[in-house]
């Protein structure tokens, strides 16, 4: 994720847990060049990438 004002790093502050397992989790998330915080942004990256192999295209 980059700073809308900077184009900078930003870096997760809080995570905000969810209510239950089907609501995605979200964050807040602060640039670390110019300190900007952007709130309830979406905590979905890394977790929740899943790779579906694809046999049919595999078998060519
Ligand atoms: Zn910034």
Redesign the pocket.
């Known amino acids: 994720m980059f700073?809308?004002?900077?184009?900078?790093i930003?870096d997760i502050i809080k995570v905000h847990e969810a209510k239950d397992l089907a609501t995605p989790r979200l964050c807040d998330v602060q640039?670390?060049?110019?300190?900007?915080v952007v709130y309830y942004q979406p905590y979905d990256f890394g977790s929740t990438i899943s790779l579906v192999p694809n046999n049919k295209e595999l078998k060519q």
């Open positions: 700073c809308p004002k900077c184009n900078g930003q640039c670390l060049e110019c300190g900007y």
